[in-house]
């Protein structure tokens, strides 16, 4: 997967830059004190130079395979709350017909890897964006405006985990042999994986919503999955779409919430069988879902590897997983 073509000045930095060939696919390279995948670098750079937020944005931030489809999906479907309710409405909700990465575009995939300056002019008003990008890397429109940021993060061993067999998919694909399990651990806890290191990603955010909570909404997978209706309302609140009496007592939460849910989304043909723009499969989003699924893949003593880099990380900042 490439970009059309890539700047000068990106083809610059990648040559000067400190690089390693990831967990094979794709190869990272460090900028700005994170790992990028080289592939989509050019999108970051342009994104950075040229993306102009809006005070009404909606940007959903996540590391990879932190449950960004998911969100996308719940955000998407909160935000376009009324103009898919009217029950006598012929009209299909695109959730059902579209992967939610295709109405939820990435800033620096989608967006800035394609074209150096996208028109947004076809964008309804508030936008609805996403991103991987860690905050200080955020373009600087970002970061000064009241636009506002949702922030998903997950376990690291599950995330982990996820990621490891997202990988695996996409090496398959390409017919390579992947670096066995052990040695992608050992990369992780050094930091070397896409956008991280992991806990600098989560840190950043962490700190920016506790010093401005209006601006970041910091979230956890887990937590969504053991009360979503709690962190749905939440969520909505945050957006600037609080769900009316009237809605909580119709079941409008909880009719979002199975819309959205890992078994309907998966079942859809869309995502059975659809695949996005770059190539990869829709299903490749859906995996298993669930908590703790890390256990069938590495032992205890690897996941305190993982528990224990991670402690020392996060020291002092009061987040825990
Ligand atoms: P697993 O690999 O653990 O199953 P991302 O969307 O950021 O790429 O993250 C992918 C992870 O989110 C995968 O985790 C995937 O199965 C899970 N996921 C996808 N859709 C989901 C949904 N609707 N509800 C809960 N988890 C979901």
Not at 48 to 70: C, E, M, R, Y
Not at 159 to 171: A, D, G, Q, V, Y
Not at 265 to 291: C, D, I, M, P, Q
Not at 303 to 315: F, T
Request: charge should be negative.
């Amino acid at each position: 997967m490439q970009s059309s073509q890539p700047s000068q000045a990106c083809t610059y930095l990648i040559s000067s830059v400190p690089s390693d060939k990831g967990w094979d696919n794709p190869s990272l390279i460090l900028y700005q004190g994170f790992w990028f995948p080289s592939w989509l670098f050019n999108g970051v750079l342009a994104c950075q130079k040229h993306f102009q937020a809006h005070n009404s944005d909606i940007i959903l931030v996540t590391s990879p395979k932190s449950g960004t489809t998911w969100l996308k999906a719940i955000l998407f479907a909160l935000l376009n709350l009324a103009k898919y309710s009217d029950p006598n409405s012929e009209q299909c909700h695109p959730l059902q017909t579209r992967n939610p990465h295709d109405l939820v575009p990435y800033l620096e995939f989608q967006l800035y890897l394609q074209q150096e300056d996208p028109d947004h002019a076809t964008f309804a008003s508030p936008r609805l964006l996403a991103t991987h990008l860690p905050y200080s890397s955020l373009p600087q429109s970002v970061r000064d405006s009241k636009c506002k940021l949702v922030y998903l993060c997950r376990n690291p061993k599950d995330n982990f985990i996820s990621l490891w067999h997202f990988t695996k998919k996409m090496m398959l694909k390409e017919n390579g042999d992947q670096t066995p399990l052990p040695e992608c651990l050992d990369k992780f806890c050094q930091g070397l994986s896409m956008y991280g290191p992991y806990w600098d990603h989560v840190l950043g955010y962490h700190k920016m919503s506790s010093e401005m909570p209006e601006k970041v909404l910091f979230m956890k997978y887990e937590e969504m999955k053991e009360d979503p209706c709690v962190h749905v309302r939440r969520l909505a609140t945050f957006v600037g779409c609080p769900f009316s009496e009237e809605e909580l007592r119709g079941g409008t939460v909880e009719g979002i919430l199975r819309m959205c849910s890992f078994d309907n989304l998966s079942t859809l043909e869309v995502n059975k069988s659809g695949s996005l723009w770059t190539g990869a499969e829709n299903k490749s989003f859906f995996r298993r879902g669930e908590v703790g699924d890390w256990v069938n893949y590495m032992s205890a003593e690897m996941g305190e590897r993982i528990d224990s880099v991670m402690e020392e990380k996060l020291h002092g900042s009061g987040l825990k997983f």
